[in-house]
Nanobody, 115 residues
Framework: QVQLVESGGGLVQPGGSLRLACAASGSAFSIYVMAWYRQTPGKQRELVALITVSGGTNYADSVKGRFTISRDNAKNTVYLQMNSLKPDDTAVYYC?????????WGQGTQVTVSS
């Protein structure tokens, strides 16, 4: 069992930056593929970025060049650095940990980009 707790969301102006963090409880954090998803009302949850066990990364086209995912296995934490934020980035951001067919989700953190 893994528990995920996100932090770092908030209100930011367009062009600003935020860094989200997701702290995982339990052991064996390093074996999980970690990812960030986001969801807005009435839309499906979409993958924003993921990072593999070996550190490989993948991003949604809409965030490439602006967002960076990273992980610190010693701290059981995954991060999402978000730069050049746009109003379209407004969403609830969820952390996900995956291993085989097993997946865990955090409760989500709200990110609002508005002037």
């Amino acid at each position: 069992q893994v528990q995920l707790v996100e932090s770092g969301g908030g209100l930011v102006q367009p062009g600003g930056s935020l860094r989200l963090a997701c702290a995982a409880s339990g052991s064996a954090f390093s074996i999980y593929v970690m990812a960030w998803y986001r969801q807005t009302p009435g839309k499906q949850r979409e993958l924003v970025a993921l990072i593999t066990v070996s550190g490989g990364t993948n991003y949604a086209d809409s965030v490439k060049g602006r967002f960076t995912i990273s992980r610190d296995n010693a701290k059981n934490t995954v991060y999402l650095q978000m730069n050049s934020l746009k109003p379209d980035d407004t969403a609830v951001y969820y952390c996900n940990a995956g291993f085989g067919r097993t997946a865990y989700w955090g409760q989500g953190t709200q990110v609002t980009v508005s002037s």
